[in-house]
């Protein structure tokens, strides 16, 4: 059975991990942080807007994720991690109560290596990007939400986007490696194909706290405005234009 509400002495646990002022029980953060971009869809908002979890903490090490595993799996507490809470499918709704991990202080970590990045998992994809840039590199990648969202959000919600049409989605190549930590084996390096337990798994099998992202060239981008005689020309267009190079 899963707790409904958090104990006094759970919640003391909790303060003990993160700091007092990194716990949250006051129901304005509770609600604000039991919702995501869920609220897009009338079928997903009318299941989820009465949603509402216990406890919101703030992690800003990747050592607070392992101890609030370990006790959240000891006391049987549901865990929901959660990067910037753009997702649009509830992947980030508490839909049984229970503590709202938010991940977005830990990103101090960007490390280039050739055409490769490693960074923490509160990294913003449009911080990373610009990063990137200035190496004369881009990301393969990324979503529409670039500006807000965060690596491990992207990782572990999200699918693809632009750069898709020559990358593919998420699972095709386009992340390297990930830390995870579970409640029960602690830290774990995914590679190959296990990352598939990983990529778009919503946070159900870990928490990612070091990402590995391979990397492009970044292209000149060109715009140009185009008309077409019928909707069919349009679409040969798009695609002979995406199977071009270069
Ligand atoms: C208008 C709009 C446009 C969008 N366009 C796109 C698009 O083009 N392509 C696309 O793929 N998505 C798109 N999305 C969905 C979403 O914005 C992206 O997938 C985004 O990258 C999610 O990042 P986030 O930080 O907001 O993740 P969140 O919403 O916070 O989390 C997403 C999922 O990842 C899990 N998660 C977060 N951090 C971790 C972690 N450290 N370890 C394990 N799991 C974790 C969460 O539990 C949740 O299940 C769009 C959404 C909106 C509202």
């Not at 409904?4 to 129901?27: A, P, W, Y």
């Not at 959660?82 to 839909?95: E, F, K, M």
């Not at 084996?185 to 159900?204: N, S, W």
């Not at 970044?218 to 190079?245: N, R, Y």
Request: with cysteine; hydrophobic share 40%; aromatic share 8%.
């Amino acid at each position: 059975m899963f707790h409904r509400e958090l104990t006094e002495q759970v919640t003391k646990e909790l303060e003990g991990i993160f700091g007092s002022k990194n716990v949250r029980l006051d129901e304005p953060t509770r609600r604000a942080f039991s919702l995501d971009y869920s609220w897009f869809s009338p079928l997903l908002k009318k299941s989820v807007e009465h949603t509402l979890c216990d406890a919101v903490v703030f992690a800003e090490h990747t050592s607070q994720i392992r101890a609030l595993l370990e006790l959240a799996h000891e006391k049987r507490i549901p865990v929901v991690v959660r990067g910037a809470g753009t997702g649009n499918y509830a992947q980030c709704v508490p839909l049984k109560g229970g503590v709202v991990l938010d991940i977005t202080r830990i990103k101090a970590k960007i490390e280039f290596e050739a055409n490769e990045v490693f960074v923490e998992p509160g990294v913003r994809l449009g911080e990373l990007k610009s990063a990137a840039e200035k190496r004369a590199l881009t990301l393969r990648t990324y979503p529409s939400t670039y500006i807000v969202s965060t690596v491990s959000g992207y990782i572990g919600g999200g699918s693809g986007g632009v750069g898709s049409v020559e990358f593919g989605s998420l699972w095709e190549g386009n992340v390297s490696q990930v830390v995870l930590v579970t409640p029960v084996k602690g830290e774990i390096l995914i590679k190959g194909k296990a990352l598939l337990g990983v990529i778009h798994a919503a946070g159900t099998t870990g928490v990612a706290t070091q990402i590995g992202l391979p990397l492009c060239e970044k292209p000149e981008l060109v715009g140009f405005v185009s008309s077409f005689k019928t909707l069919e020309d349009s679409v040969s267009f798009s695609l002979e234009l995406a199977k071009t190079k270069g």
